[in-house]
Structure formats: C-alpha cells, structure tokens
DNA sequence: AATGAATGAGCATTCATTCAT
DNA sequence: TATGAATGAATGCTCATTCAT
C-alpha cells in the first residue's frame, strides 16, 4: 500500500520507456504501458513527466547519452584496430544488421518520429550530428564526407532492413571507399582532428 | 437520407487518406479522420476498407503511380537535358526540398513506418525498388551503384528533414559525383541529352 | 460478375448457418458471417432471410429435422440392441459426451438463446418434446417419466460439460435405473404404445 | 465536472451489470448499457473493469453471495420444516416458477453461456457444486444422488423455462423421489424437521 | 430475382490527462 | 510527495438493415 520508498523511481520509468519504444515502437508508448514495464502506479508517470513527450525525450536522450548507443557505441568500435575505415564501418553495418535490431529499430523510430514531432526533432538531430561527428575524426575531419558516409549508411541500413536483401560486404565496402576517397585516417578516433 | 449512389466515393477515400497522410502524417490516418476529410460517413470508410491498414495501402500505391512520384516522376526528370547524372540528381533534390516538404516527408515515413509494420514492407520495397530502378539505367544497368546512390540520396534527404541545415547543392553534387565515378551514361533511360 | 444460377443457395446458406452457429456459437452469427461461410454474396443472405432470426429459426429447424440430431438421432440409438433403457441412454450420452461436442453444443446454444428470445422459444420445445416423445415409446408410454428422463439426462450433460468431471457411466445409468424403475419396454423403438 | 468522488462507485457499477443481465440476459450486458444503468460515465466502467467479462464475472459471484441465490437460499430453504426433501424441493421450485422468473433464468443463462465462454465455467462450476453440497447433506452425505437430484431439478427448470408446461408439483415429487430412494435424512442440513 | 453499396448505431477498449485526497 | 480514481474523447471495427440498380 504506502508509498515505498524508491529514488529511482524516475529512472526506472526511463528505462521502461526505452525498453517499450525499442520493443514495440514509440507508437507502443502510453502512460500505462510504461507503468506496467516499470512496475510503478500509473499516477507515477504522470507525476514524473507530465506528458508522454517529455518522458519519450527523456528516454530518447538517455539512449543516445548511453555508451552503447549511436555516438560512443560507434566511436568504441571505429577506434579499434583492424583494416581502414571502410572495412571497420562494413563490420558494424554487418553487426548490426545481424544482431538483435532493436538498438537500429528504435533509432529509425526516433527518425520516423521526429519527421512529425517538432518537439522530437532536436533530439533526432543530435543523434544525426553525433554519428556525423564520430565519422568525422576518422576522415581527416571533413565533416561533407562525414555527412556523406553517414546519409550512405543510413540508407544502406534502410534498404537492407526493408528489402529482403541479404547483407553484401564487398558491395557495402565498395560504396563507403568510394565516398571516402583517399581520406582515411589510420590512428584516429580520439579527439579528432578539426577542420 | 444522404446520397446514396457515389460512385467514385472509394477514389474519394483514397485521395482523402492521401490528403491526411502527407499532413498529418500516416499516424493521423484514421477512419474518422479520413471520413471527414471525404466528406463520408464512417461507415463507408470501413465498408470500402476492411482495415485501416488496407486503405493505407491503397492511398500509398495510388501515390506511387502518380506521375508526380519517385518512380515515374523521376524517371521524367532524370530524362531531362542539362548536366551529367550528378547534376541532374542534384537538381531534382534541391527541387524536393525546396517545395512543399510533404510528398517527401510521406516518403520517408513509409519507408521508416515499414521497418515496424509488416504489412506496408512490400509496398515501401516497391518504392524503393522503382526509384533503384530509375536510377540504374543511368549508370550502364549497375545496380551495386544505384542501390548505393539511391541510399546516400535517402540518407542525405533525411539529414536535411531531420536537421535544420540548409540544403548545399555542392556537397551534395559532390557525394553523388564520388558513388558515380565515370558510371554516368549520357543518353541513358530516356531520350536525355547529357552535358 | 453476373449471378450464377443456383437453385440451392438458400439451403446452401441454411447449412453455413448450422456450421457457424455449432462451431461458434448462435452469438457468432451475423449476416457477414454465414454469407462467408456459404461463400454467397452478403445481399444474397437478406434477400432469402429478411432477419437473422428468420434464417436462425430455419437452420434449428433443419437441424431438428435431420435424422441425425436430437428426436430421430436419438430414437436410431436408443433403438438398437444391447441391454436396457437405462443401460443404452448411458451409452449413448457416454458418445455425446467423448466425440465431438459440436451438436450437443449446439443444442444447448439453442436452449440458452431461446430462454431470452420469444421467437425461438417454439423451436427449443419442438426438440425437447420429440426427444420426450422418443423415450416415451420406451417407458410404456409414460410422459412424465419420459420429462424426467430427459430432465435428468440434460442436467447431468450440463454438469459433464461444465465441470471438468469424468464421466461416470455406473452413477449416469444408476441414476436412469432409479427413474425408470420397471417401467423398461424391452422391444420398443417403433411407433410405441400410448398412454 | 461530474461528481469526483465516489466510493460506492464499484459496487454500484456491479448491481448495474446484474439488473442487466436478468432483465435483458448476458447478451444485453455491453459498458455502455451498464454506465447508462448505473447513472455513470462510460469510461468509468473500463476503469473498473478491464474487460466484460471481469464485469460480468463479477456480478455473478455477488448474485451467487447473494442470501437470495442457490447456494445460501437453498439451504435456508430446505432447512425449514415441513415434509420430506421431495416435498420441500418441490414446493422450492414451486416458488421458484411461480414469482419472478428472472433469477432462475440468469442461473441457467449462465450455465448455458458457460459451455461456450471458458471465462464463466468456473463461476458457473461454483453454482453448480455449491447446489450439490446444499442437497447431499440433506441425503446423507450421498454425493452421487445429490448430482443426480441437482441434475433432475435443472433438467425440469429447463424445461419449464423452454416449453409452455404448467408446473406440475406431483409429477416433480414423483420424480424426485425415485432419486431420493430411502436416502432423506429428515435432520440433516440445519435444524429441519422433517414430516 | 438478386446484389453491391451504403449507413447509422453500436461495440470493447485505450488513452492522456485531471483531480481529490 | 505521490497516487488511485475518474472521465471525455477517441480508436478500429462489426453489424442489421435499407436501398438503388
């Protein structure tokens, strides 16, 4: 009955948050649904975010502030050693796909949700720009090919996950050198160089 | 007591649901909305339509076949005189996004709505497939190449949906120039005369 | 397109009706359901049957009527050789109960809509007083002890089908044995004896 | 707006839901025609009740808690003086056919309803067993003749309830005590007299 | 004689949010 | 501070029946 005691509270209901938009869509977000995944009284979600927006932008941001997710997941695993650019990032791509996908899903969630929601477009954004950052470090600090390597993936990643198609290495490879020319850089991946 | 005899009153839906669709989004589709958009009673809408889902469908394969849309629409555009296939795609792009949004952003929603939603896959695998298509027969029948344009197309429409920066026809001419290579084939896919 | 001659299509929808109303029940009823089932238009269902209880009243009564169901189904059963009354009623509610329970579902679907709708109600009395009727040729033409057979033998189907209990074939024929008393008429079956 | 508070609003939902059903029958229960019974918001039902069938299934259990109903009005019924069980019985049923009809056929509304709908078995289970324990101890603890006589009295309500009969009390006597044999215990059950 | 189209009423449910405690 | 109760609006969908052809 009483209430009990519970600091985290707020962060469990996060975390139900995030667990629910990644499982069965920001669409599979309510009020009550989040209650139940967090095991909380339906009357704690709304004490605690007064809206479903701010609690989907809280979850969204401590996604994207997590270190597995898309800036400092992808910066840990492009700073290992192992081939140029176009090979580590072929890698991922080939991780991700085959992996469970719901780190990609609730991403392109956000994306889909954000083309709507003004309110989510901020956070979107930043998720974008901090891909485009990680890449960049590894280009020379160019950031036009840094956006450019990041709007192909993406649109790889789209197509692979919409079509049938199976994942293609050598043809994935392929397109991201030619984006990348000659602007690999070996060492690169802590603070990078700006240009 | 209403009228009774309509025959066009299932186009009337369709074109009412496309209506919603590109404002609202795919989200704001339902029967009620699509029936006072129509002008309809709610009745009609699911009488013509099973489910919601089976007039989604029909509204998003009736955009497809209009001439106005990425498989026919840029067929007839990338046909046109004036520049190389880069030039062109840059062109058209810049059209896009400079006009009204919407066509676009319904675009985009699909293919992202899709990655969540069975049963619009296949039809977000046609539209992909038509524009992979179009594109293809401009580069000497590559399909590796055109997959991977047409990604960096959707990925880079999607960062300038997404973030607030201005579209930069040079960057993207330049992204499009590196997948293309020397692929360009001039008087390809239509009676187009390349510069 | 046009319409198919088809002479047996009101009987054709009559026996979808019976299927529909024993696999799901008088509730899963409806207009749509039977003409899916009869694989008819849905106008064709309203042109024979003004109402739906006018093509229930027809299904029950074809039921009634076929020699399978309840009076002669019954008086086929009960007519056979093998021990007494008491003993073949035991048999016989021992294969209602371990085969398949559509039509003895069915009869107490009929039951259950006729306690609360007046236009079933002389169909539901029609099929107790012929199953009456059949078991009365073989108590000596004893009415009353016939009801209470009947009585006895519909509340205990009840309690079979309600609670998980197995059938016990000692206590169903102990319990006829006690109604019947002597009255038995070994070589009955036929047009029996009226009193 | 409305009235906020409001304790007794549960209970008030359930007698709803059971004037419902025993004047219209199961089949008349839906949220809207309790709320508009009970003189309260629609949504107000749903909250209290996730599903129908928790509503209904609700209602049940408080008629069956009822001192009116079976379990508790039989016993007091038959606890009384005044002849053997088969007179008792009988003149019970009397009473039953003779007054109000609509508790007697929610009783076997349920019954009926339960064949189909897993949901209500176990409630109408309950019904049944707590019947049967009223009658056995009133047959010395005989379980099997207290199924049967509980049989035969829900057999003869039925058909009472279906065909036009008049209720006839020594043709019920009569059956009745071909089950009881010798096995009335006069004292049993309460502190009954037996004549 | 036959049927596709149409429709208004109804259904169970879900929901974001508000509020009294 | 926290929360159970409450509610009005909305959702997708089903339906019996009517009607124009």
Redesign the interface.
Known sequence: MGRRYDPDRRERIIDAAIRIAGDQ?I?GLSHRSVAAEADVPLGSTTYHFATLDELLIAALRKVSDDPQSAGTGWATALAGPGGGLAERLTALLGGLVAEDRSRV?LE??L??A???REAL?PV??EW??AFVEVVRAHVGGDA?TA??L???????L??L????RAFDPD?VR??LL??I?GRDVPGAGAPGVSG
Do not use: K, W
């Open positions: 869509g669409a899903r392109y969630e994306y889909l954000a083309l709507r477009r979107a954004a974008l720009d036009a956006r450019a990041v709007a192909l993936i993406d649109g790889l789209i197509q996950l919409l079509t049938g043809e392929e397109g030619r984006i020319g």
